[in-house]
């Protein structure tokens, strides 16, 4: 009999796996087609760091939100009532400023945002935080830039309205 040490007569499995390293890395968030280059860019980098290093990961996911907010024209300066000199503005007042346009969008952005802070300032972010922070951001950019959920959102309150079926919108055909 050869002695193998992952498998055991009496228990199946005796180590466990665990991914430290994948190539190419999957993607963490699912990016809408109107997502900016910038977005993809840090979420990938998140994608290539997780397994290694979750709170530089989390850390990437709190950069694509800031590169978010920048695709989204929140300025990232301000002028400084006393010196005139341009300050960098933090992320949590850009959200704030964002929330004022779409508050449900800036709820989730904030949630990123704090644990992506947790991911810089300590090292206790686990994988399964920066998981869901991806995917609340997955969540964030489909609400910003896949039109499908309004779309229903618009044909039910049509329907409502006529009390039975709408008229559909006609597809337009390309010319070859």
């Not at 228990?11 to 109107?34: D, G, N, S, W």
């Not at 922070?133 to 618009?154: G, I, K, V």
């Amino acid at each position: 009999m050869i002695n193998n040490p992952v498998f055991d007569s009496e228990q199946q499995y005796v180590e466990r796996f665990r991914i430290t390293y994948l190539r190419p890395a999957p993607a963490l968030v699912v990016c809408p087609p109107k997502t900016s280059t910038a977005v993809r860019q840090a979420t990938d980098a998140a994608a290539a760091v997780i397994w290694i290093d979750a709170p530089a990961a989390g850390n990437r996911l709190r950069l694509a939100v800031e590169e978010l907010l920048t695709h989204q024209k929140i300025k990232q300066t301000s002028r400084n009532s006393k010196t005139q000199k341009r300050v960098w503005r933090t992320a949590h007042d850009r959200i704030l400023e964002f929330g004022r346009r779409d508050p449900d969008v800036a709820d989730v952005l904030l949630a990123i945002k704090w644990l992506g802070n947790a991911g810089s300032h300590d090292s206790r972010l686990t994988t399964a935080d920066v998981l869901e922070s991806a995917q609340l951001l997955s969540h964030a950019l489909r609400l910003l830039y896949d039109p499908s959920d309004a779309d229903l959102r618009r044909r039910a309150a049509l329907i409502n309205k006529r009390k039975g079926p709408a008229p559909r919108p006609v597809a337009r055909r390309t010319s070859a």
